[in-house]
T-cell receptor, first 114, second 111 residues
Framework: DADVTQTPRNRITKTGKRIMLECSQT?????MYWYRQDPGLGLRLIYY???????NKGEISDGYSVSRQAQAKFSLSLESAIPNQTALYFC?????????????FGPGTRLTVL | GEDVEQSLFLSVREGDSSVINCTYT??????LYWYKQEPGAGLQLLTY?????DMKQDQRLTVLLNKKDKHLSLRIADTQTGDSAIYFC???????????FGDGTTLTVKP
């Protein structure tokens, strides 16, 4: 079984709809992250969380919100989706207490906003 | 803020060496990383190097770090078609808990 799972894997929605992307992990990591990937723009950090009570904005948090329901679950919401939020979204986890910051990525959710 | 830059594309012939380059701006970067993304998948860490090192070798992979010029490279020896992927350079500060990623270099290996 995959250590970091994302649901759904693909989603098509319409402008103005609220949608939620979910991420679960079995790695026991405290740190979780949400990124979006756009062609030619690499990975951009949306939100990150170092534990259940710690939520931080990344470089592109506008239009997004998150919820850390448990150590193992971190969901990303788009309150009112717009077409320029069409992208590939990745969840990742990381281990606290080490100097380096290896991150473990889920398989991604491809979101299309029409 | 931190910035990490890479060229977007590289094409090589099978059996040749590939060299993917990266520059970064944050002088306090303590770890530099190379991730690989295969089609339809998330990123996976290939290797990382601590900033007090200038070289790290792991089988076919050689990482070179020039801290003075803030330049990182990844050399893949005897490149195979299975090495075709997007390669991301990334950096982080000690205990910062987050990394800054480059835009990724798409490596195409031709038979």
């Amino acid at each position: 079984d995959a250590d970091v799972t994302q649901t759904p894997r693909n989603r098509i929605t319409k402008t103005g709809k609220r949608i939620m992307l979910e991420c679960s992990q079995t790695k026991g990591h405290d740190r979780m992250y949400w990124y979006r990937q756009d062609p030619g723009l690499g990975l951009r950090l949306i939100y990150y969380s170092f534990d259940v009570k710690d939520i931080n904005k990344g470089e592109i948090s506008d239009g997004y919100s998150v919820s850390r329901q448990a150590q193992a679950k971190f969901s990303l919401s788009l309150e009112s989706a717009i077409p320029n939020q069409t992208a590939l979204y990745f969840c990742a986890t990381g281990l606290a207490g080490v100097d380096y910051n290896e991150q473990f990525f889920g398989p991604g959710t491809r979101l299309t906003v029409l | 803020g931190e910035d990490v830059e890479q060229s977007l594309f590289l094409s090589v012939r099978e059996g040749d060496s590939s060299v993917i380059n990266c520059t970064y701006t944050d002088s306090s970067s303590t770890y530099l990383y190379w991730y690989k993304q295969e089609p339809g998948a998330g990123l996976q860490l290939l290797t990382y190097i601590f900033s007090n090192m200038d070289m790290k070798q792991d089988q076919r992979l050689t990482v070179l770090l020039n801290k003075k010029d803030k330049h990182l490279s990844l050399r893949i020896a005897d490149t195979q078609t299975g090495d075709s992927a997007i390669y991301f350079c990334a950096e982080s500060d000690t205990n910062a808990g987050k990394s800054t990623f480059g835009d990724g270099t798409t490596l195409t290996v031709k038979p």
